[in-house]
């Protein structure tokens, strides 16, 4: 295991290794931006896109989004910006910025699932359905009341198979193929360049992050959780600003 390296800014927050050995690795929802009801209404926080410019340079572009979002939402709040991706927790990969996505070898949603999906949104007001490649997320922030009739619909849907999996996440439930999570991601990325010998501190704020945080740190790095490391995802972001402008 590789020990972590002294800290470059740990006055006002977490510890992590200097940036010449760094390799970060950050959820987007609920961490580089806040939660929103929609997840299309996010919006990024003025001043984001420059900290993680200086921040992608100073620690050798090893700067990666791991996300449940598939990789072209990314592409659209944060174009540019990230030297890798991995959308859809792990499921894609994209290892540069101008590579190509890695190809997806995963059986899609029955289409029944998403037809059942989008009679029971529309039965919801204020929830919502979002499609991904192998996969769909039931968001009932704006109406808490769908929560126990969204997870039971999916228990029923996934009754009898074992390819795909439920998972919660912050005021949703998300169906996911069988052993795809953000500790594989964390893994594949920090396999290569730009990030493979480098210390990896991976940032998330949710239970579908708890994969990406032990992965972390199985390796030597950090693995922090919004708000038991952090108080609040703006308090993470100033965190990050400042280690920048501290190097």
């Not at 921040?55 to 990314?74: E, F, Y």
């Not at 699932?113 to 009679?119: K, R, V």
């Not at 109406?143 to 009898?160: D, H, K, V, Y």
């Not at 740190?217 to 693995?223: D, S």
Request: glycine fraction near 8%; hydrophobic fraction near 40%.
């Amino acid at each position: 295991m590789t020990t972590p390296s002294p800290s470059a800014y740990s006055s006002s927050g977490p510890l992590a290794p200097s940036l010449d050995r760094a390799a970060f690795l950050l959820d987007f929802d609920g961490t580089l931006v806040d939660i929103a009801p929609t997840p299309d209404s996010v919006q990024v926080e003025p001043g984001l896109i420059d900290t993680l410019l200086r921040l992608r340079d100073l620690c050798g572009g090893a700067l990666a989004i791991v996300t449940g979002r598939p990789i072209a939402q990314i592409d659209h709040f944060l174009p540019g910006i990230p030297t890798a991706v991995a959308g859809e927790h792990g499921l894609t990969l994209r290892r540069s910025p101008d590579g190509a996505e890695e190809p997806v070898s995963a059986s899609p949603i029955p289409t029944a699932w998403q037809q059942q999906a989008e009679a029971l949104v529309s039965q919801f007001p204020d929830t919502a359905l979002e499609r991904k490649k192998a996969g769909l997320v039931l968001h009932y922030r704006g109406n808490p009341a769908a929560e126990t009739p969204f997870r039971t619909a999916i228990e029923t849907w996934l009754s009898g198979q074992d390819i795909f999996e439920i998972h919660p996440s912050k005021m949703a439930w998300e169906i996911r193929l069988a052993g795809i999570h953000k500790g594989n991601a964390v893994e594949a990325l920090m396999a290569q360049a730009p990030f493979a010998g480098r210390i990896p501190v991976f940032v998330g704020d949710d239970v579908t992050d708890m994969d990406g945080v032990r992965a972390a740190k199985a390796m030597g790095g950090y693995g922090y959780l919004i708000p038991d490391d952090f108080r609040t995802a703006h308090d993470f972001r100033a965190w990050l600003a400042q280690l920048g402008e501290n190097a």
